[in-house]
């Protein structure tokens, strides 16, 4: 209301508060015609005219009685008001009359209707105030209740009757408690429509957003793709380069006719026949030398002892024919110029020396790049036959890249999983297409097994199974985790032996990998643990973390836990070389194996590691083995002289080649074999035992001592 015109507001207050006498209506005179007993005795009731919206007589103000007295000149004198007394008869009317006062309080303004309250905003004084007349009881005649008068004079406002202002109470009331029903029901639906609408937007913001966001995926995995198979397809190409570069140098395999049928020879090519001629030069030369320091020694000059004992010898002796011999001729060579001659030749020996060590250590490289060449060369080979060498997507999801490896019945690629975006290997399992049905059955068998049992073991140093899915009737393929590097097998073809210490690591997690197995309901034999199925972590260097792969051949062990051993059912599986005698003994019954079988393999290993050979049928084939029964005689073990190596490592391979299975240690020992832990707890152990072995001693010579004083 500050913000009012300052006339303006004169107006409005000069209108709503002025002294100017009210038009009144005498409703009991009116209606004089009414019908009731009552009527004649009810008093008048004077009503507000001008002031419509208030019907409280007690508020509203009451004209005065009729007289002869001129009304008051119009003016702006706001000094003079009334006040009004009420009067109820018996009847319970209401009869209202106005009196003067000689000094009337002073008018309320128009910004204190508008005074704001602590819980509502500023109109709710004015509202309070119409509310609070509202509710106050109205005299009407029986005559009136029905019948609303529309009274008119000079000072009406409003043309509105007693329904019309009561609705409009009853309205402005409803508002200020919060609505009606019916508005509220239309303003929370509105809400709603509002709270829809706007989840509406939201829903089509996102599906155009997932939208957007599928088509940025499957453009980023068309861009991954397109360059997985370029990559591919250029390392391949470089691949078959160096591959052909290297038949000349290293060497390739030729078809050689022998009898009626032909067979691959491999033959060495330039740089094996290059340092094969350096050698021979080099030992050619060391024979020469061998001859001049023969030589040499013929021509040392002797000593002064020499001499005299060589005249005085030469004195006495005279020839048949009387003629005296003249002695051994005088050496040329004196003592200063036959040690610069040995000086010479002792150099020249160191040189040769040092050049044939240097021919054989390039010699040991050139072998080592022939394995890498030969496995390439077969490699390649199986990838050019195989039938998905064009980068297929099988099962919509793995893009094959290029061969890994290729075993008897499966092939093993390196794919990407374009949905995880990772790396993986897939194996794919083909059937011979000429095979009976039980074999193809058998097969199966097998393969459902091993899957099986792999995808329920979850370990750090096993090989993850992801994924398995069919081809078509005759191929599956197992989606197993990808590990970039090489096999045990592979590194023991390149450096022949590793040290003790990184091969006593790579045992530990072998073993706490089989503990695994073990621990498992129902636990697992692996079967057939050899260096070509520990993979070795490679992410551009050695990094020497394990992980057991090739669960072809397992067993599962009964879960009840009552027997720890089966019977092996299928006798002749397996690699002979690193399977223990009990698998090799033939009866009427199966034989019995237990996990003991995988703490011989774990022996087998650890020996081939630390010499570079097997300590059984090192040279032989399976078939010699099996003929020969090498592994049934297999109960004496030598160690080399050669690497040296502690003790404490072979008796840890002691205790894992024991002949009798009974007294071999199982896999739970091995685990708290005291070579696996790590040094201070060796350490304690050896103190433990070396007091042990004193008290022992001490109690022995004590019992022998007591004994001769008893004697």
Known sequence: MDKIDPQKRELLEARLFSTKPYPTCDIASQNGGSSGSDSSDMPPVHVNLYNPISTDPLLSPAPPPKSKTPPPTKGRKRKSNATSSVERNSEGLIKATRVLSSEPPPPPTIAEFFKKDASSPSRNHLYSQIRQQSQQPVARSPSVANNDIAVTSRGVQTDLNFTDISQLETIAENHLRGGSPTHNNNVANEELQRECQQLQQQLRTYVVNEKQLKEKCQRSVELIKDFLIKQTSSDRKKTREDTMRNRLRLGQFNTVR?????????????????????????????????????????????????????????????????????????????????????????????????????????????????????????????EDQSRYNTNPILNSQYLLLQLIGKGGFSEVFKAFDLKELRYVACKVHQLNKD?????????????????????????????????????????????????????????????????????????????????????????????????????????????????????????????????????????GAGTYWYLPPE????????????????????????????????????NLSQASILEQNTILKATNLDFPAKPPVSQEAKNFIRRCLTYKKDERADVFALAEDAYLKPKKIQNEIRKQERLHHLDSSSSKSFNEVATSLSN
């Not at 022998?258 to 030369?285: P, R, T």
């Open 583 to 618: 698998c090799f003994v033939v009866g009427k019954a199966p034989p019995k194996i237990s996990s003991k079988v995988d703490v011989w393999s774990v022996g087998i290993i650890f020996f081939q590691a630390l010499y570079g050979r097997k300590p059984f049928g090192h």
């Open 435 to 571: 095979w009976k049905e039980d074999k193809k059955a058998n097969y199966i068998k097998h393969a459902v097994r091993e899957y099986n049992i792999h995808r329920s073991l979850n370990h750090p140093r096993i090989v993850k199974l992801h994924d398995v899915f069919e081809i078509d009737s005759n191929s599956f393929v197992t989606v197993l985790e990808y590990c970039c590097g090489n096999d045990l097998d592979f590194l023991l073809k390149q450096q022949k032996n590793i040290p003790e210490k990184e091969t006593r690591a790579i045992m530990m997690q072998v073993v706490n990998a089989l503990k695994y197995l073990n621990e498992r309901k129902p636990p697992v034999i692996h079967y057939d643990l050899k260096p070509g199925n520990i993979l070795l972590e490679n992410d551009g260097f050695m990094s020497w973390e394990v992980k057991l792969t090739d669960f072809g051949l397992s067993k599962i062990l009964p879960e009840d836990g009552c027997d720890d051993s089966i019977d092996l059912t299928s006798q």
């Open 258 to 382: 022998q009898g009626a049928s032909f067979v691959e020879q491999w033959s060495d090519g330039y740089a094996f026949s290059e340092i094969n001629k350096k050698l021979s030069n080099v030992q050619q030369q060391k024979e020469d030398l061998d001859k001049q320091k023969k030589h040499l020694l013929k021509r040392r000059p002797p000593s002064e002892r020499a001499l005299e004992k060589k005249e005085k010898k030469g004195k006495g002796l005279v020839d048949e024919d009387g003629f005296r011999r003249p002695g051994v001729p005088v050496s040329a060579l004196s003592f200063s110029e036959y040690h610069e001659q040995e000086e010479i030749l002792r150099l020249r020996t160191n040189q040769i020396k040092k050049e044939e060590q240097e021919l054989q250590q390039e010699l040991e490289k050139l072998e080592r790049g022939r394995n890498i060449h030969i496995r390439e060369l077969k490699r390649v080979h199986n």
